[in-house]
């Protein structure tokens, strides 16, 4: 049975439907039931794994090893909560005539469209398919980061793509340097530009070729992945994009770049047997680490503190890489997971708050957010409890994974910085929504709001996934993660 | 085989040219011409090398690049000066001998970086220095003039560059899949950035991007 092909085509489908259908309802119910339909398809192609170690068609032209099948299952998560999210997120939208119905259908077009981008970076087999494909999910985005055409989402979107094209452009340059160095062990011929056949042959590549195309893709996926220094598109497209825009890019977007920096890193270790990529990505995860985290102490708007959180996040994804032990890839795969179910909720509640407040300044809208939405307020600090890695969720699990790996191989001096760099944003962020959430309520502002409050349906699935996925993690997606674990380390 | 390196060298050394000229050109519809030239070189640079290689798909991409970059783009950015009617100028960041002075030293820069890997080349030489050239340019021409328009040029040279790149150190260029899917990335950023500058111009009334300041820390 066909299952890559439908995981891309069936998004794709959903979002050229909404071009025909007026009713935002329909629409909503579309993106929900194609992305729900992809997380049934992506839980079918872990068994597929499981069971064949890598899935191909259109003769391996798509392919997917356990590192795919775990992204795979990641999107289909996060799309699916923000379809659920946003039908009723832009009902109030249009009818505060905050947006216009034409820019409801932009969104709802183009979000799975972006989805189905990202599906085409993890399955894609040839690493020039995998560089359009990021490129596709700049551009989709680019537009729904810009919805509101404010004064500051215009900035934001543009920062986004510019700065986002021009290091796209340098992972281009990466990619061609790889697939010259292809072109130079066989001069012949056209060489195949599959994943799968370069790493066949990673052993017999130019190794300055394959240094220099890793420090490319370096900086041009990192760019993407919002690795400090190259971040400062980040902060401004996730605070000015519709939330559920803002779930989506940081839930997901930033790991399929990490994704495709990944796969440069495998090849570039498996061609030169050192640490040669390795040192590069746990400089720059230390350094995205140890930047956030005076930027959420001091951050005024609420949206952006989240937005260096995520830096944070990835940050930390990206030095459990680098530690290569095979705990720590471990933890760090564990940890993709858990951020993508909690992040994403922070931000749904951020725009339950910003659409109640007109505001994501924190003098404007705290304190005391739990007197007047106590559920949207809840949801936030459960969110926020998780993120900053408090037992009992997964995020604590991941992170004391990735240090003890740390410390188990070793690595004490970069453990003990991860400590000290998750700390001090454990700081910032239990301050900022302690002052937020808690306390008396100023005079003035919007009473209790006594509605039924929004985007519940969205933030109790991944919230209860988080607590189902913290206390229990299923055989299958055990072994899922352990075989992404050896493909990442080198050992399989 | 001789004569088709000639050819190629030349050609790379006009692109060079080509992109000099445009870091010193304020006016936009100049701009716009200089960049189709540039393009143009390149679609007869990636001909060549299908001519001498015999490799027939190269010929579908020298077509593309024809089409898209040398006609298509030039036309869609031509229409949306004329759309959003600029009239005024806006001061670069360096004058123009600085900038000139700069993009030489950049020139230099490209050469030492490209040297090592000089030998990848299979036909004619100095063009992966002229494509790393393009490259380090491009980047300048996007910090010294805040046009939205021209940041959109100076993205449009880079990824010439970087074409320029795969047709010197892949022998036959890129897979014909890769290089449909680089084309029709361009063609849509260009329309995504086009959107964004129209939506810029009626919002700022102005297309200067250092007023895109308000987001900070």
């Known amino acids: ?492 | 085989m001789d004569i088709g390196s000639h050819v190629i060298t030349l050609m790379a050394a006009l692109i060079l040219v080509v992109q000099l000229l445009m870091t010193a050109q304020r006016q936009l519809p100049t701009s716009i011409r200089l960049f189709a030239i540039q393009s143009l070189l390149l679609a007869a640079i990636a001909a060549v090398v299908a001519y001498y290689h015999n490799a027939s798909h190269v010929y579908i991409v020298a077509g593309l690049t024809l089409a898209g970059k040398v006609f298509f783009l030039p036309w869609l950015l031509n229409r949306l000066v004329q759309r959003i009617q600029i009239h005024q100028e806006i001061e670069p960041l360096f004058n123009a001998p600085t900038s000139m002075l700069i993009c030489g030293g950049l020139t230099l820069l490209g050469y030492v970086v490209a040297r090592p890997f000089t030998s990848l080349e299979r036909l004619g030489n100095n063009t992966l220095p002229v494509a790393l050239t393009l490259l380090l340019t491009g980047f300048f021409l996007m910090i010294n003039c805040r046009k939205a328009l021209t940041q959109v040029l100076a993205l449009l040279t880079v990824e010439n560059g970087v074409m320029l790149a795969a047709v010197a150190v892949a022998s036959y260029g890129m897979p014909l899949v890769v290089e449909l899917g680089i084309f029709f990335d361009v063609l849509v950023a260009v329309m995504v950035l086009g959107i964004l500058v129209y939506r810029i111009r009626e919002t700022f009334a102005s297309m200067d991007t250092s007023k895109l300041n308000q987001l900070k820390g």
């Open chain 1, 1 to 492: 049975m066909l299952l890559l092909t439908p995981i891309l085509i069936v998004p794709l489908l959903a979002g050229l439907l909404c071009l025909t259908v007026r009713a935002p309802r329909v629409m909503a119910a579309l993106g929900v039931l194609a992305f729900g339909v992809t997380l049934g398809l992506g839980l079918a192609l872990v068994r597929q794994v499981l069971a064949r170690g890598v899935v191909t068609e259109w003769r391996g032209f798509l392919s997917a090893d356990a590192l795919s099948a775990w992204m795979v299952l990641l999107i289909s998560t996060v799309s699916l909560a923000t379809s659920l999210y946003a039908g009723r997120y832009f009902e109030r939208d249009v009818a505060a005539g905050a947006v216009t119905p034409g820019r409801v259908r932009e969104f709802f077009v183009l979000t799975p469209l972006f989805g189905a981008g990202m599906f085409l970076v993890v399955l894609a087999n040839n690493l020039g398919v995998m560089w359009a494909a990021v490129e596709g999910t700049a551009l989709s985005s680019v537009l729904l980061v810009a919805l509101y055409n404010r004064r500051t989402s215009l900035e934001a979107a543009w920062k986004y793509v510019i700065l986002g094209s021009l290091g796209l452009a340098l992972a281009l340059m990466g990619t061609v340097f790889v697939y010259a160095a292809a072109c130079k062990r066989n001069p012949d011929s056209l060489p195949s530009f599959n994943w799968s056949y370069m790493m066949s042959v990673a052993g017999q590549l130019d190794p300055r070729l394959l240094k220099l195309a890793f420090v490319f893709a370096l900086i041009g996926y990192g760019t993407k992945a919002g690795l400090a220094p190259m971040h400062t598109w980040l902060p401004d497209a996730h605070s000015e994009a519709p939330s559920p825009t803002s779930a989506m890019l940081s839930g997901v977007s930033l790991k399929i770049a990490l994704y495709a920096l990944l796969r440069f890193h495998i090849l570039t270790t498996a061609c030169l047997h050192s640490d040669f990529s390795r040192g590069f990505l746990l400089g720059f995860g230390l350094f995205s680490m140890f930047l956030a985290a005076p930027f959420i102490l001091v951050q005024k708007n609420l949206k952006r503190m989240l937005a260096y959180s995520s830096l944070e996040h990835v940050g930390l994804i990206c030095t459990g890489f680098a530690l290569n032990s095979p705990v720590t890839i471990f933890g760090a795969l564990l940890h993709m997971g858990y951020h993508a179910l909690t992040k994403p909720v922070l931000f749904f509640a951020a725009g339950n708050i910003h659409q109640t407040f007109h505001s994501l300044e924190f003098r404007v809208i705290g304190p005391g957010v739990m007197k007047v939405l106590p559920v949207t307020a809840i949801a936030m600090a459960l969110a926020g409890l998780a993120a900053i890695g408090l037992p009992p969720f997964g995020l604590f699990l991941s992170e004391l994974t990735i240090l003890s790996g740390g410390l188990a191989s070793h690595q004490t001096t970069v453990s003990a910085l991860i400590l000290v760099a998750l700390l001090a944003s454990f700081c910032g962020i239990l301050q900022q929504l302690a002052r937020l959430l808690l306390g008396a309520r100023k005079t003035g502002g919007p009473a209790s709001d006594a509605r039924h409050p929004d985007g519940v349906p969205a933030m109790a699935l991944l919230l209860g996934g988080l607590l189902l996925f913290s206390v229990w993690l299923p055989a299958p997606l055990l072994a899922l993660l352990h075989q992404a674990a050896d493909l990442i380390g080198g050992r399989s």
